[in-house]
Each structure stands twice: as C-alpha cells, then as structure tokens.
C-alpha cells in the first residue's frame, strides 16, 4: 500500500523526495488531558486548503468551521489547567520562544512543549502550544500522562486553549503534520495529494479527545422560564451515529420547579422539527436532553428518532418553539460572523467572541 501511494503522488507531480509515508504506526496516544473539553479547530484535511475561507474538513469527511489549513486540534481549556504528556518519551523543546509575529501582530511569549517519541522506528512528535507555564525542560525524559505544563494563551491565540498536534519530519528535515484520528470517510482523504501532511489513527483505545463543538450562544432576547442550556451539534460521524448530537434545555434558576413541555418544539435552521411527547417535563436544576437518533426515552433523556444527524456542523440555527407557537429561544453554533439563525440579533456574549482558537503550529 505504501507503494501504491508514493506512486500515486509521485504520478501528480509531487516531488517524491518530500514524502515521509511509512507503516501505520501502533497507536500510542494517550489523552493529553484530564476530562473532556469542546473542541474549536480541527486537522483541515482539504488539499490545498483555500486561503482564509473559515472552513476545515474533519477526519470524517464533513465540513466544518474553523481556520483554514489548521494542522492539528485545538481544545479551548481554562488557563493553567494540567497538560499531559501524551505518550513516553523525551522533550526537545519546553518554553517561551516568543517574541512571535502574529500576521502583523507582535506577541511577546509564545510557551510551547514539543516532546519526541519512538514508535516503530520512527520518530513521532508531539506540540503542545499556547502555554502558560511549563514544568519540564529540554532533555527530560518523560512518562506517559505525566504533567509536563499548563494551558493558557500565549503564541498566536484568540482566547484560552491548548493547540495538540503531531509530527514526523521527511528525508529533508521538513515537518509532516499527522492527523491522528486518521482518515474515516468514504472517499480517499485529500491529504493523500500533500506531501507534507498525513493521517492515521494513533490513539490507544480509549484514549481520544472526543471531539464536540463549543455549545455555542443565544439571541437575549430569550424570554420564559425554559432555556437551551447546552448543544451538541457536531461530534464524530454525525451522520451513522446521530445520539453524538444533542440540544439540553432547562428551567431558568428562578423558574418554578418544573415546567410541562408537552407539544414544545425544537427545529433547526432546514426546518426539522422535533415535537416533545406528552408528559415530557423539565425540572428546576436538572437538564432534560434531546438526542437526535433512536432510544428509549426517559424523565431526562429523549430521543428525536432520526436515522441520521439533524444539526450542520458548518453552523446552524437551534429554535425552541412553545405550545403556543412562539418562539421561545434562538441559539446559534457556529462562528459570530456566519449569521445561521437570520436575526441578526445580539447574543448573551457567550463563550467570548469566537470559539479560541489558533494560526497553527
């Protein structure tokens, strides 16, 4: 297969002295953090990525938003929150390399920790960047899961986060960025035409980042006692497991204690709707779940009944429709200048100009 492959570029016109395609190796990832944390940028697998469009294409083939040509993950985080050494190995780099040049725009500190790692023969890199303080030193030897820094938002940052990427480098010296979550589409990945940039899947099991949207915001102008107080409109493979989605609505904190939703509804921007059965209540400090594909419903948890995933993951519009027929709610996911909803209404701010996230390492 490697053949095939070094064969298909070098048909392209690709130099194949560039490449740097070996065998997959075995996954050896581990999570490079405590918990779970919305995820704003993802590996762009577009070839060549268009210049500043706003869009990425996920490891399973669906558009999304996001900085265009971004190599590897960004995980918007509070500041000093614990990064960990994604796998055994021995720091080559661990601090501040600022001052750094932002396209235009003078950064002073740029923290960043770059561990190497040897797989297989070869040798795999690990970046953690945007840092706030880092707690090892070049030379270290390191064990998986060990702390080895703390987020924060330094470099070339929107907001708070930490940018998680993997690298080999080729024959020249050059870096190949590595996608590890792979490839999971259908089609053949477009990277395969890029000489430096390559996916395959590396994580232990168990191990990978889930990757969901931030919940994005809604209009203020939201009125009543029931709120969408979370969204989940983008998660792997969207499309085969639609329960990756879901909208969370609750009753605000002065609200009665429970509230009927009987004949409530939820649609989205292409006018799906989702119709809450009989009965269906939401209690005062509990939050009571929508999830787009099929299951048993219960007090907190129902199910929309949908084959596929209802939600854009380029955006859309999250509208909470009452018994009556008014609108209750608008909530928007996507970026602030995609204007999915059509309201051009303000939003409650949240969570801060636009998903953190970064130019890339």
């Not at 390559?198 to 990978?208: R, S």
């Not at 989702?274 to 939401?282: D, H, I, L, Q, S």
Request: proline share 8%; hydrophobic share 35%; with cysteine.
């Amino acid at each position: 297969m490697v053949i095939a492959v070094l064969a298909a570029l070098a048909a392209d016109g690709l130099p194949e002295a560039a490449l740097r395609y070996t065998s997959p190796a075995t996954p050896f990832l581990h999570r490079p953090f405590q918990g779970d944390f919305p995820n704003s940028g993802v590996f762009d697998h577009r070839a060549p990525p268009p210049v500043n469009d706003h869009r990425q294409l996920t490891a399973w083939g669906v558009r999304t938003w996001g900085k265009a040509g971004h190599a590897g993950y960004d995980f918007p985080m509070r500041e000093g929150t614990a990064v960990l050494a994604a796998a055994e190995g021995v720091v080559e780099e661990a601090g501040d390399v600022g001052p750094t040049n932002c396209g235009g725009r003078p950064v002073e500190h740029d923290i960043r920790v770059r561990l190497r790692h040897e797989v297989d023969g070869r040798a795999i890199h690990t970046a953690y960047l945007h840092l706030s303080s880092v707690v090892v030193k070049a030379g270290d030897r390191v064990a998986a899961g060990q702390v080895v820094a703390h987020s924060g938002n330094t470099g070339c940052s929107s907001g708070p986060h930490l940018h998680f990427g993997v690298f080999e480098l080729n024959e020249r010296g050059r870096p190949v960025a590595i996608d590890p979550y792979g490839w999971d589409a259908d089609t053949p990945d477009p990277t395969l035409r890029l000489p430096l940039r390559h996916a395959e899947w590396m994580w232990l099991d168990g191990e990978a980042p889930l990757l969901f949207r931030p919940s994005g915001r809604s209009t203020a102008d939201a009125r009543g006692d029931v709120r969408i107080t979370g969204f989940r409109g983008m998660g792997w493979q969207d499309g085969r497991y639609p329960n990756n989605e879901f909208v969370m609505v609750g009753v605000r904190t002065a609200g009665p204690r429970r509230v009927d939703l009987s004949g409530w509804r939820i649609r989205n921007r292409a006018g799906l709707v989702y119709t809450f059965p009989e009965g269906a209540r939401v209690h005062r400090g509990e939050g009571l779940r929508v999830y787009s594909g099929t299951g048993v419903d219960g007090p907190d948890t129902l199910f929309w009944g949908r084959a596929a995933g209802v939600w854009n993951d380029e955006g859309d519009c999250v509208e909470l429709i009452d018994a009556r027929g008014d609108v209750v709610q608008v909530h928007h996911q996507g970026r602030r200048e995609d204007d999915w909803c059509g309201t051009g209404a303000p939003s409650d701010g949240e969570p801060g100009p636009r998903p953190p996230r970064d130019g890339g390492w």
